[in-house]
């Protein structure tokens, strides 16, 4: 050995050393322990022949391009000419060329900008359609225009899976309509801690209803698992996000350290992961939590060994946004590690450049085997090749008659009647439809906050009911309602005389976030004034029927007791008519629809604390899990993960 080459090696072992000494104890994970899974329908022997055969012909410098996603507020598609990336995503709020309300036209102009440029004839360049990603996480929401459905929590609530299953469908659709190829969702978290800032994200804190519905969102958006071209059929690819424990993290931080035993992420945060890749997930993105302080982009033992050993996972990982840059000793443009611990696509919406440059060196120096690199790449290529990305026609592409249609619309609404759920209720619902009713409150007629984050923006906080000419505020969706009975709208200005409301619909909660700025330490919410509403409207004799807009459930017990009905609408989206679907009966006083929803998360009753152990939140008199009134009678608890029907449990006392 040279001299250079000794003192290398001597640092080398020095750097193991004091690497073993510094870091806390390397959790140990047993991939034998956890749940066996098989990706349906991804490998088959002609496509990994063909795989093979473009394999050969790929330089390093494209194989190295096919593992990097840029984000295209940092990309133009001439810049893929010099750069082969294989991807692009367009990040919440991206828009086209920064234009967050771009028209369905537009996007699809953008996409295939973008996809001409990765299919051209070059010297030294093997076509490789671009795939294009986005975050259509309620529906197409960062399209200006599009169906916003109810947040994941919304549907929960709705224990229906077929319903998840049909709003893929829809929401792929409308994707394919744009000429988008994959979806970054379903989000799969199984969120332990209402101050989490993504709970409404999250369908459950029953992994049984998470893993029920993974296997229905995945099935929505991709299409039976053995269908091939997906693309053609308007469909697109899934993401199982974000593996893993994202839901676990300690006080409910975003991106956060999950403390829990390997036993607990098998129980209760990976179930849903092994429904998405049986039914043929495509993509799994991993997440920036950590588990006992070890970042899950750095965790090999969690992508390599049980992802894609143990659960037969055949598609591929990609990272979250410039996830790989907080791994120990990596940047945003540099990260061998992550590669190397199973991250097979690298999200590097500004650092791309730069990255593409250091992994080709870390190719070429052997800091990243060659042979990882083609198993990434084999596993891009199966992705793409799946979705019929290489086909020419795209039959979807530009039809506008499905984007935002009539039929999404109704089903945004039977979604939005489904989610609801009723707390509390003295007999003042359902309101007969020839009231007079006071709608009120900071919600009433705001779309953007019905819609909460992820909506056209990345928080949804920069919204206005002109943003969404297909939706309806719950005002209006009340009015309407009411016209159609020979009921109105009243102002409360007039109590004495024939304005005097019959009842009041008061409508509030949180305001719009998204990710960490959504975190109880720094949330927004904030009802006082309403409280005070509230109380002023009971002094005044008139009937109080609140209608909570929330990410999660949240500590409400004065508004629940000032209130004569309490109803947890969620995140509903832009359809609001859905609410009055419930709230309002016909002029005889029959109810139109029945609530339906219950509890997907327990709703507490006392303080959640801002830190420290949600055991300190008393539990006396918390509304359970599968908790929902109804008004055909009965209180009742579902038993956590059940499908049966809550008509079916009858008989308990009737609310009025
Ligand atoms: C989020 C992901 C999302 C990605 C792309 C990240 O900040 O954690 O859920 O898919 O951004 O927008
Ligand atoms: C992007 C989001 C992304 C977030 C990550 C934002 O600037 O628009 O898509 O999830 O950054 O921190």
Redesign the pocket.
């Given at each position: 050995m040279s001299v250079r080459g000794s003192i290398c090696a001597a640092l080398l072992a020095c750097a193991c050393i004091a690497s073993r000494a510094a870091a806390p104890a390397a959790p140990v994970i047993h991939p034998g322990s956890w749940p066996a899974a098989h990706s349906r329908g991804l490998v088959d022997e002609r496509t990994e022949a063909r795989i093979s055969a473009l394999l050969v012909q790929l330089s390093v410098a494209e194989k190295v391009g096919q593992v990097i996603q840029a984000d295209v507020a940092h990309i133009t598609p001439d810049d893929l000419r010099r750069y082969p990336l294989g991807s692009v995503?367009a990040?919440?709020g991206a828009g086209v060329n920064g234009n967050k309300r771009a028209s369905a036209a537009q996007w699809l102009q953008m996409a295939r900008e973008f996809r001409a440029v990765s299919l051209e004839g070059r010297p030294d360049h093997v076509p490789i359609p671009v795939m294009f990603g986005i975050?259509a996480v309620h529906g197409h929401n960062n399209v200006a225009g599009a169906v916003i459905y109810p947040h994941n929590i919304g549907l929960g609530a709705a224990h229906d899976a077929e319903l998840v299953r049909r709003i893929g469908a829809a929401t792929a659709e409308e994707m394919s309509v744009t000429g988008i190829d994959w979806d970054?969702a379903p989000?799969l978290p199984v969120p332990q801690d209402p101050r989490w800032g993504r709970t409404y994200e999250g369908y459950s804190q029953d992994p049984a209803l998470v893993s029920r519905y993974a296997a229905a969102a995945v099935e929505g958006l991709q299409g039976a698992a053995e269908l091939d071209g997906k693309q053609q059929s308007g469909h697109v690819a899934a993401t199982a996000?974000?593996y893993l424990g994202d839901g676990a993290t300690q006080d409910g931080v975003d991106q956060g350290d999950s403390r829990v035993s390997e036993a607990e992420l098998i129980r209760t945060h990976a179930r849903g992961y092994v429904a998405a890749i049986d039914a043929g997930v495509l993509t799994v993105?991993a997440s920036?939590s950590s588990w006992q302080g070890q970042k899950a982009h750095g965790n090999q033992a969690l992508l390599t060994g049980v992802l894609k050993g143990r659960m037969g996972f055949e598609g591929f990982v990609v990272g979250?946004?410039n996830g790989h840059g907080q791994l120990p000793g990596c940047s945003n443009e540099h990260c061998a590690a992550a590669f190397n611990a199973g991250i097979d696509m690298f999200?590097a919406p500004d650092g791309w450049r730069a990255l593409y440059g250091h992994t080709l060196e870390d190719v070429r120096s052997g800091a990243i085997p060659l042979s990882r690199l083609d198993d990434a790449v084999r596993r891009i290529l199966r992705v793409k090749f799946r979705l019929g990305l290489f086909a020419a026609q795209r039959p979807y592409e530009g039809r506008a008659a499905l984007f935002a249609s009539a039929a999404h619309r109704a089903l945004a609404r039977e979604a939005v009647r489904k989610s609801l759920v009723l707390l509390k209720n003295d007999g003042v619902l359902p309101i007969r439809a020839n009231a007079r009713v006071l709608v009120t409150g900071p919600g009433a007629d705001n779309i953007g906050m019905q819609c909460g984050g992820w909506t056209i923006s990345w928080q949804g906080d920069d919204t206005s009911n002109a943003d969404f000419p297909q939706g309806e505020s719950i005002q209006a969706g009340l009015e309407a309602a009411l016209a159609a009975g020979g009921g109105r709208l009243v102002d409360g200005h007039d109590l004495g005389g024939n304005d005097r409301p019959d009842v009041a619909v008061v409508v509030y909660g949180e305001k719009p976030y998204a990710?960490m700025f959504g975190d109880l330490q720094l949330a927004l919410y904030n009802v006082g004034m309403t409280l005070e509403q509230l109380r002023k409207l009971r002094r005044q004799g008139i009937p109080v029927v609140t209608v909570f807009l929330s990410g999660r459930p949240l500590w409400a017990r004065p508004e629940l007791d000032s209130s004569n009905a309490f109803v947890a609408a969620w995140l509903p989206g832009t359809e609001g008519g859905g609410i009055a679907d419930v709230l309002v009966a016909d002029a005889a006083g029959r109810p139109r629809h029945d609530f339906s929803g219950s509890l997907s998360f327990e709703w507490p009753n006392g303080a959640v604390p801002v830190r420290g152990p949600l055991s300190a939140v008393p539990a006396a008199g918390k509304y359970p899990l599968g908790f929902g009134l109804s008004y055909a009678g009965s209180g009742y608890a579902r038993p956590a993960g059940s499908t049966a029907s809550p008509k079916s449990a009858a008989g308990a006392a009737a609310t009025r």
């Open positions: 995503l990040g919440g975050d970054f989000a996000k974000h993105m920036y979250d946004w999200m990710e």
